[in-house]
């Protein structure tokens, strides 16, 4: 069946292609994307697939039911975009200012649609019940996955699979982890409140914008002299902020930032010890602070059964060439919410452009993929589906 299967996605792979250049050059911001989800839901009702909308937000989740019993799994993509100002220099370029999908999440949609479409046509020969949850706002949080638990996207489900199409990866890899894949991704802002002043006198403030340097500096220890070496951690300030005329002292700093972390007690740890941190700075130089953390997505932890599962589907895939462990990624992932109700496995999927000029990270202007990689999501996604639908108490052999 798998081969009839994969006949199918190449046939549609012109299709594949065009879907994906449609959404590329009309993004929509998370939480905003009320046309990309029409767009979505559409092409489920011209098909006569049952759908629904409007879940947990934006989402839209359909269902395809065999013809023979089995168990229920759902797979999943994200279709949200970025506020990033596309600078590639291709037919399919953003046509939105200041909003592209920098991420791959086009591909992400453009690769689940064709396949539910294609095991649509081949139900009656396939066993259980295929869930195709298109998820909005993974880029933001609280994102969009929590919602669309709570509004039940995985009742009845017994497994979830999804991929991210990986840029920096070459075609026809896979990538996969057990245990933690991506890291807890939290936020968190320092408000400094110093004493302005003349610039000329600074005896008579308390600067911010010297305390707020000082704790840029202290917070870079928490790392590297609070946390043990073995237990990675990421304390990362991206924007400080202190706008004053140039012969004014700053009376107020504020700081922004991120914290990483793949073990809950640390992710505890840093937390507190930021505000730690802080206090001790402003104490030193007689400020005050307000100190918000707030908590994004958890890790992305993979159980060890369902990652033995995906390996062995990936390696029916002809074009999988390549199927190797990974290192944990410092990225978050709101899979994380999925994975912690039901089994399942989050991978990476080579597709990385063969142009190595057009190669770019994740989140940048000129970022684009290799097409090709969404046939080898589609494939590698599929199998799993279709042969975790037939398994018994026993794990199926593949």
């Known amino acids: 069946m798998l081969k009839e299967i994969f006949d199918s996605l190449e046939s549609r792979y012109d299709e594949m292609v ?37 879940v947990g937000g934006n989402g839209v989740v359909a269902k395809v039911y065999g013809g023979k019993p089995g168990k229920t799994v759902a797979l999943r993509a994200d279709f949200d975009a970025l506020p990033i100002q596309d600078e590639k220099d291709v037919p399919y370029r953003s046509l939105v200012p200041g909003v592209m ?9 453009a690769t689940l649609l064709i396949l539910a479409k294609t095991i649509h046509e081949n139900r009656n020969e396939l066993a259980g019940t295929f869930v195709f949850i298109h998820q909005h706002a993974e880029e933001y949080a609280p994102g969009g996955a929590a919602s669309m638990i709570e509004a039940g996207c995985l009742d009845g489900v017994d497994a979830i699979f999804g991929t991210h199409l990986w840029a920096l990866e070459p075609l ?72 004053n005329a140039f012969n004014v002292i700053a009376d107020k700093a504020k700081l922004i930032g991120t914290v990483r972390t793949f073990n809950e007690d640390t992710r505890t740890f840093i937390e507190e010890e930021i505000e730690r941190v802080t206090y001790g700075t402003c104490y030193s130089t007689e400020s005050t602070y307000k100190y918000d953390f707030v908590r994004g997505y ?89 042969q975790y639908s037939l398994k018994a108490q026993e794990a199926v052999q593949v």
């Not at 994906?20 to 990309?36: A, C, G």
């Not at 999908?101 to 949609?109: E, K, P, S, W």
């Not at 709101?334 to 080579?350: H, R, S």
């Open 172 to 243: 026809g890899k896979i990538q996969y982890r057990t245990g933690p894949i991506m890291a807890a991704a939290d936020r968190f802002e320092i408000n400094i409140q110093g004493k302005g002043g003349h610039g000329a006198q600074p005896h008579n403030t308390k600067d911010a914008i010297v305390t707020a340097s000082q704790l840029v500096i202290n917070l870079q220890q928490i790392v590297s002299r609070r946390v043990n070496p073995v237990d990675s951690a990421v304390v990362t300030v991206g924007s400080f902020t202190a706008e």
């Open 101 to 109: 999908h920098a991420c791959g999440h086009d591909g992400h949609t």
């Open 18 to 54: 065009s879907i994906r250049r449609y959404l590329h050059q009309n993004p929509e911001l998370s939480f905003k994307e009320v046309n990309t989800a029409k767009y979505i839901k559409s092409f489920y009702d011209e098909l006569g697939i049952e759908v629904r909308g409007n």
């Open 298 to 386: 958890p890790a992305v932890v993979n159980p060890s059964a369902e990652t033995e599962f995906l390996i062995s589907c990936a390696k029916n895939v002809p074009e999988v060439n390549i199927i190797e462990e990974t290192e944990p990624h410092m990225g978050g992932e709101d899979f994380a919410y999925y994975l912690q109700k039901v089994p399942g496995n989050f991978f990476f999927t080579g597709a990385s452009p063969a142009n190595e000029e057009a190669v770019f990270p994740h989140h940048h202007p000129r970022f684009d993929i290799d097409e090709r990689a969404m046939l080898i999501a589609a494939k590698t996604l599929g199998t799993a589906a279709i």
